[in-house]
């Protein structure tokens, strides 16, 4: 129930974000013409990726192939922070372009891009140590056919974060 509790109090911190970036495109100086760095794009394909290899792997266990299991939930991890390098090459991206955060260089919509990013990758951190607990525990043979809540509630948790992130980049690509 609590996994519950904090998943709907994330809808609601993302819905009042977005929310904010739609009644701030009103605004005089709002950039309307900016695209988002393609290396998004690429983050994107690679945490949904993740889900997959993460769901995969509870399978594999589900089989008893934990050999198998180890790899795919290694891979997911490996996505994961690949995710969060490509987020930060997005970032480089952007000011490169031009745009901070604040200041006399920044920008209300490039603005909103950086915290929602920023507040999605640290729901992510904690995906990730997530993962890692559940690679740790499946390492010691905590999971079984019969014992799976552990890992069902983190591979939950992920596939929140994956949909998370689909909605966020698909309202920021399109939504200018």
């Known amino acids: 129930m609590m996994l519950w509790f904090g998943i ?3 809808v609601m911190v993302f819905a009042g974000l977005t929310s904010s970036y739609v009644v701030s495109k009103t ?34 266990i589900l ?36 745009y901070r955060f604040t200041g006399g260089a920044s920008n209300i919509r490039v603005s909103f891009i950086y915290i929602i990013i920023v507040s ?25 056919k019969g014992n799976m809540l552990g890992f069902n509630l983190g591979l939950t948790f992920w596939h929140f974060l994956d949909i998370l992130w689909i909605y966020l980049f698909l309202f920021l690509y399109f939504f200018k």
């Open 63 to 98: 089989k008893g192939k934990r050999g198998v299991a180890n790899a795919l939930m290694i891979v997911t991890l490996i996505l994961g922070g690949l995710f969060v390098s490509m987020q930060f090459m997005g970032f480089d991206q952007i000011i490169k372009d031009g």
């Open 120 to 144: 999605h990758l640290a729901h992510l951190f904690a995906g990730l140590i997530v993962l890692l607990v559940v690679i740790y525990n499946h390492f010691k043979n905590k999971y079984t």
């Open 8 to 10: 709907i109090s994330m």
């Open 27 to 60: 605004r005089p100086d709002w950039l309307s013409d900016y695209q988002l760095p393609p290396v998004f794009l690429y983050s994107t394909i690679a945490i949904v990726i993740s889900s997959f290899t993460f769901h995969f792997a509870k399978n594999q």
